[in-house]
T-cell receptor
Framework: GENVEQHPSTLSVQEGDSAVIKCTYS??????FPWYKQELGKRPQLIID?????GEKKDQRIAVTLNKTAKHFSLHITETQPEDSAVYFC??????????FGAGTRLTVKP | DTEVTQTPKHLVMGMTNKKSLKCEQH?????MYWYKQKAKKPPELMFV???????INESVPSRFSPECPNSSLLNLHLHALQPEDSALYLC?????????????FGPGTRLTVL
């Protein structure tokens, strides 16, 4: 089955700096890659996703890049703010309702 | 309505109890999911229902029994659980079955097994 690795497990940045989280996947048939943000005690919420026919997608301060050849994708957050502090999960799916999550990255943005 | 709701928010049960978790969505989604999330871990897929039929069972112990009475409702029946089953149980839904559509999560039920 699909195996998703996520790095780093923790990330601390100063407010205003950029944050980058990287994920690799094992199944070349995976074609959907969402990113979820989970605040303490809350549900995971989708922040951005990318499909395999696209190499990059941007939504305001958040961007995701996908390298299908290398089987890795990354989340980029620019101009970080304290409210960006949360756990971020990447995930990969082959489109069979079989989404697999990475282990998560705890992001702390220091004011 | 773009929300998935779950009840109860919290549940404490003994190992001999029988209880049920409920999930509801009114977005017309045809795929619904149960996930288990332990503290500081990612959600783990348990079951997937597509068009009210069980399509994926991730080798979950039989003490967890899912049920999909209709396209809006998803239940998880619990019986003879173990303390290690204590976790956050998340329900999710997506518009299509077998596709790559966004999964929307409910707020979860925090289960404690004594």
């Amino acid at each position: 089955g699909e195996n998703v690795e996520q790095h780093p497990s923790t990330l601390s940045v100063q407010e205003g700096d950029s944050a980058v989280i990287k994920c690799t996947y094992s199944d070349s048939a995976s074609n959907y890659f969402p990113w979820y943000k989970q605040e303490l005690g809350k549900r995971p919420q989708l922040i951005i996703d990318i499909r395999s026919n696209v190499g990059e997608k941007k939504d305001q301060r958040i961007a995701v890049t996908l390298n299908k050849t290398a089987k890795h994708f990354s989340l980029h957050i620019t101009e970080t703010q304290p409210e960006d502090s949360a756990v971020y999960f990447c995930a990969a799916s082959r489109g069979l309702n079989d989404m697999r999550f990475g282990a998560g990255t705890r992001l702390t943005v220091k004011p | 309505d773009t929300e998935v709701t779950q009840t109860p928010k919290h549940l404490v049960m003994g190992m001999t109890n029988k209880k049920s978790l409920k999930c509801e969505q009114h977005m017309g989604h045809r795929a619904m999911y149960w996930y288990k999330q332990k503290a500081k871990k990612p959600p783990e897929l348990m079951f997937v229902y597509s068009y009210e039929k069980l399509s994926i069972n991730e080798s979950v112990p039989s003490r967890f029994s899912p049920e999909c009475p209709n396209s809006s409702l998803l239940n998880l029946h619990l019986h003879a659980l173990q303390p290690e089953d204590s976790a956050l149980y998340l329900c999710a839904s997506s518009s299509r079955a077998g596709g790559t559509d966004t999964q929307y999560f409910g707020p979860g039920t925090r289960l404690t097994v004594l």
